[in-house]
């Protein structure tokens, strides 16, 4: 039996400090994550330099509390895997020069991580008998991709956003409904009271690339109904609004998803990103693949927000194939996939 | 007491390593490259060159702040890391106070100005002749308080700091006091100096001069442009429309940045 791999992941790219450790990149043992999410609240969204001064001030207690849920020291460790990109510089750049400091301190291997290789890994952590190749779909507020993941840490990508994420989208619109922030979760609510079919938004289209999305053309539909409502002294129904609007965003994303499965004929389609945790994105997905017997795979939502855990299990894929960061990692706030 | 200083808050990256005093190695760069790539490269060098064992330091010094943002929190990141992996306590020196001890032996006024923009400067004034007194703390003020304080006290001051270059020729023209601008060398700021002061507050307040890796955060000595906007919003009773996200426009825009900033 070969000796077990322990690397700890560390995640600030936005506005969560988290830390974690995982074993052999599938056994998590912890899974601190301390979110900003009421400041940012208090202002209609995530403030960079607010985000930044935040990660400092809990750093150090993240990493602690990481280590002591996991019963494990810095001494245990194989390897720190740190996310360096994509996000916001100024908040990407407390965990990358933490991550750095401790393990130049103590003589660990670094290992700089891309964080939407760590939003697919989370599928790892969930489903420890998923293996590569799958078609995944990684949807969170400032991330839209459809891609397959050929093996571990080789991606192609089929198709991004050309405009907003589809997070980006849902704050947006929570935002003009009054509903405020963060929208996904309180779009997701609202809607289980409404009528999807309510009024009929228009799918985001676009010109070439197939398997690119936009949400920008939906959004300003939203906005246009509400101004016209407004306008007609009509009473918006809310839960209604949320419903179609939702219900356009999933069925674009999961119309495009299952285009790519029937003409790429993978066996597994998984999804991943905080809107990963939107529950009609989650039934919408599943039974299309129902449908097509193909698997199906979502983690939780813990997994599916921002996490160190699906950094230390990415870093962990990286490790073992010997990628390691020098002294001089920095952070790079529009770190393309799969470069390095 | 052996220190590892770190100093990130303007534009120079440096490292310093002192022994009981002595300075073993001082490592600096002022160029265009961000701290994220300068400062650990330099901190590995300065350790394999002095062939410094780290399980030997007693603390990790830094600036606590003003400065840069984004510098302040590439130097606190590191420092609290450090500290953390070797379990050390950190000795945190204020940015304007070590600048006014790089001057140290001086008779005359001290007076280090480091661009705030928006016409202010990060500042504080000091007597440097025997022991360190500070006549004023570090703050962030317009120039024109700063002159108007220093016309007022009639006494012969030397300016130093990033804020020279700024404001030299409104300090020239609307100063009535002699003055002078400190040679380059001495001018920005210097990790050995941190390690200096750093142990020079460690004799002086023994323990209280130190912080655990844990609770050291950055003193930026101003408050974000977005907690402003909340002030106000506050004071006009418009928080509903500030969480409606009408009021912070600089959401998805880059951090706010000074001068030295993303170094």
């Known amino acids: ?340 | 007491m052996k220190i590892l200083a770190i100093e990130a808050s303007g534009p120079v990256a440096g490292c310093a390593l002192t022994d009981g005093g002595k300075l073993i190695g001082e490592f600096e760069i002022n160029n265009k490259k961000t701290h994220s790539q300068t400062l650990l490269p330099m901190m590995d060098d300065l350790k394999n060159r002095a062939g410094c064992d780290l399980e030997s330091l007693d603390a990790i010094a830094i600036t606590k702040g003003p400065g840069s943002f984004t510098g302040l929190r590439i130097g606190a990141a590191t420092a609290k890391g450090v500290a953390l992996a070797l379990q050390l306590p950190i000795i945190p020196v204020p940015t304007v106070d070590a600048l006014a001890f790089n001057l140290y032996g001086t008779p005359a006024l001290v007076c280090p100005i480091m661009d705030a923009r928006r016409q202010q400067v990060y500042t504080g004034i000091y007597e440097e002749e025997a022991t360190p007194v500070t006549l004023r703390g570090q703050c962030a003020i317009p120039i024109a308080d700063l002159i108007a304080d220093l016309n007022e006290r009639g006494r012969a001051v030397i300016f130093l700091g990033d804020g020279v270059p700024v404001y030299r020729t409104v300090l020239d023209e609307e100063l009535t006091v002699p003055h002078s601008f400190a040679p380059s060398h001495l001018s920005l700021q210097r990790a050995a100096t941190v390690a200096a002061l750093a142990e020079y507050l460690v004799e002086r307040d023994g323990e209280k001069a130190m912080v655990s890796a844990d609770d050291f955060r950055p003193e930026y000595l101003r408050k974000s442009q977005a907690e402003r906007q909340m002030e106000e919003a506050a004071g006009a009773g418009e928080m509903d429309a500030l969480a409606a996200g009408r009021l912070v426009k600089d959401r998805k825009a880059k951090n706010e940045s000074l001068p030295g900033d993303a170094r």
């Open chain 1, 1 to 340: 039996m070969e000796k077990d791999i322990t690397i700890l992941g560390l995640e600030s790219s936005c506005d969560e400090t988290a830390a974690s450790v995982v074993v052999n990149g599938r056994t998590l043992l912890s899974n601190e994550i301390s979110s900003q999410i009421d400041i940012h609240t208090l202002y209609g969204g995530v403030v960079p330099e607010i985000a930044s001064r935040k990660h400092v001030e809990r750093v150090n207690q993240v990493i602690e509390k990481a280590l002591s849920d996991a019963g494990k020291t810095l001494d245990d460790l194989d390897g720190i895997a740190v996310t360096y990109g994509p996000g916001l510089v100024g908040a990407l750049l407390v965990g990358v020069s933490a991550a750095k400091a401790i393990a130049w301190a103590r003589g660990i291997p670094l290992i700089g991580v891309h964080h939407i290789e760590g939003h697919i890994s989370a599928n790892f952590l969930a489903y420890p008998e998923l293996e590569p190749p799958f078609i995944c779909l990684v949807v969170s507020g400032g991330h839209t991709h459809l891609v397959i993941v050929r093996d571990y840490g080789e991606y192609e990508i089929l198709g991004r956003t050309e405009d907003d994420a589809a997070g980006e989208a849902f704050d947006k619109v929570a935002r003009a409904v009054g509903l405020g922030y963060p929208g996904g979760p309180k779009i997701d609510k609202a809607a289980r009271e409404g009528n999807p079919l309510a009024i009929p938004f228009p799918q985001g289209k676009v010109r070439g690339n197939a398997y690119d999305f936009s949400f920008s053309g939906l959004k300003s539909s939203v906005l246009n109904y509400l101004n016209t409502e407004q306008m007609a002294g009509r009473e918006v129904n809310v839960p209604n609004l949320a419903a179609s609007f939702q219900k356009a965003v999933v069925d674009v994303l999961v119309g495009h998803a299952m285009e790519a499965v029937d003409t790429y004929h993978y066996q597994k389609f998984a999804i991943a990103g905080g809107v990963a945790s939107n529950s009609a994105l989650r039934a919408a997905a599943k039974e299309a693949c129902e449908k097509r017997g193909v698997g199906f795979y979502c983690p939780p939502p813990i997994l599916c927000t921002d996490n160190g855990a699906m950094i230390a299990c990415a870093g962990y894929y990286e490790f073992m194939k010997g990628t390691r960061s020098g002294w001089d990692l920095n952070a790079v706030p529009n770190l393309a996939l799969g470069s390095r």
